[in-house]
């Protein structure tokens, strides 16, 4: 199975979109799309139980998929605490949501275009002491309602749900919610959990990408971080 080093931040969709794991997301692209037939903008969390299971990468290539049928993407880097998503674009993180949130820059100041075409980027900005507080501001309130006029999907990246509530704030303003597992570094009862956190928070789970699973197990779906 292809692999997606974290070194080098290959962008499959963009790099091999013919490939397996490719198809693995447009097809997960289009049970999303089934599944949010009512919605005409739609906003779409992906999240993880902890560090490292890939969600980064599966936020991205749900983006560049969107992409490529047209869309007008906005992809959100909420995870304010390890930021990501601009080190998969090769791009610095001087400024972003934080500062958005913080009221020191608008929404036009801060989205950045992509080099990929119909994909626009808002990275994380500077790590704020109070990641929590920003997101269950009023701002963050009028930044989705923004975000929902103005692009047909807007992917949102977001910390670990498991062990903190910035997840939470953000699935009960979102369409739907991806969750991104590690098949061999996280216990059953963990999922649960955060599954049972995400639901509280009037998240609706739209379905689950599971990582690190062997070709016999899963085929094509399975992809390694």
Known sequence: MPQRSSKNNVIITEANPQSPISESYRTLRTNIDFSLVDNDNKVIMVTSTQ??????????????????????????????????????????????????????????????????????????????????????????????????????????????????????????????VVIVIDVGKVKREAVKKMKSNLEHAKGRILGVVLNNMSKKEAGTYAYQY
């Open 51 to 176: 560090q490292a299971e890939g969600k980064t990468t599966t936020a991205v290539n749900m983006a560049v998929a969107y992409a490529q049928t047209e869309k007008k993407v906005l992809i959100v880097d909420a995870d304010m605490r390890r930021p990501n998503v601009h080190n998969m674009f090769r791009r610095p993180n001087r400024v972003g949501l934080s500062n958005l949130l913080a009221g020191q820059y608008t929404v036009q100041e801060l989205v950045t275009e992509t080099h990929i075409p119909h994909l626009e980027m808002l990275s994380a900005g500077v790590i704020p002491h109070n990641p929590s507080e920003l997101l269950s501001s009023e701002r963050w309130v009028q930044f989705i309602e923004f975000a929902k006029n103005k692009y047909d999907v807007v992917i949102i990246d977001t910390p670990p749900a498991l062990s903190l509530p910035d997840a939470q704030l953000v699935a009960g303003h979102s369409c739907g």
